[in-house]
């Protein structure tokens, strides 16, 4: 595997129907196993920029390159496959199908990803795991996840991004809901997945108290030159 977990060259983003670029990031290199805080205001794009990480966006120019493969490159059901394989993503609207328990919406990833399901031992141990260490309660476990409470979804949804292991966690505002406890929780519990897996975290939050617990902090504004104009 390389020895960088995402590589991005001379990378241009705009949102459809806009005449300015939100992104113009000349380069970026994270290196396997880091963990990034990644900060700025609104408007700065930082939600446009793990898009394209994610490969839920594709840029207008220039390649991201995540442990070696050049994701921009693909087609878009081999970026979906890339994704459900290697990278757990904590969005900031979660995501979550409401419909569904909160333990099936964690299991989900095992569902679309061989790679996950195996790397995951028992798919609802380890479902029962993490949620139990982030403070979910038992008996919300069954409940459908559109039931449940703001600060209840977003632990479903960062349980449902760190089963099976994956490389790379990408989390948007992953600690916007929850209390001052929790969130020191949540951030301990993550930093400890990401460690004992070797998992590379790239972390997007407003608040920079957080900052001290990560390896390197970014403002996106130092990195990418259209941050004026951008849109997240």
């Not at 878009?76 to 099936?104: E, K, T, V």
Request: proline share 6%; hydrophobic share 50%.
């Amino acid at each position: 595997m390389s020895a960088d977990a995402l590589v991005i060259r001379d990378l241009v983003y705009r949102w459809p129907r806009q005449r300015a670029a939100c992104l113009d990031i000349p380069a970026l290199t994270v290196a396997a196993g880091e963990r990034v805080f990644l900060h700025g205001p609104s408007g700065s794009g930082k939600s446009s920029l793990l898009g394209v990480l994610g490969g839920v966006a594709l840029p207008e120019r220039g390649s991201v390159t995540l442990f070696g493969e050049v994701v921009t490159a693909f087609g878009g059901r081999a970026r979906d496959a890339f994704r459900a394989d290697h990278i757990g993503f904590i969005f900031q609207q979660f995501n979550l199908l409401p419909w569904l328990s909160a333990c099936d919406n964690v299991l989900l990833p095992c569902t679309f990803s061989a790679c996950r399901k195996r790397r995951a031992g028992d798919p609802p141990a380890e479902a029962a795991r993490l949620l139990s260490a982030l403070d979910l309660a038992r008996e919300l476990w069954p409940k459908p996840a559109g039931e449940l409470s703001v600060g209840q979804q977003q632990r479903v949804a960062a349980a449902r991004a760190l089963i099976g292991r994956p490389e790379l966690l990408i989390a948007d505002e992953p600690t916007s809901a929850l209390d001052a406890p929790r969130q020191q929780s949540f951030i301990d519990l993550l930093l400890r997945e990401a460690g004992a897996t070797g998992a590379t975290l790239v972390f997007v939050s407003h608040d920079v108290r957080l900052a001290a617990h990560f390896d390197r902090v970014l403002a996106l504004a130092e990195i990418n030159r259209a941050a004026d104009g951008a849109a997240a």
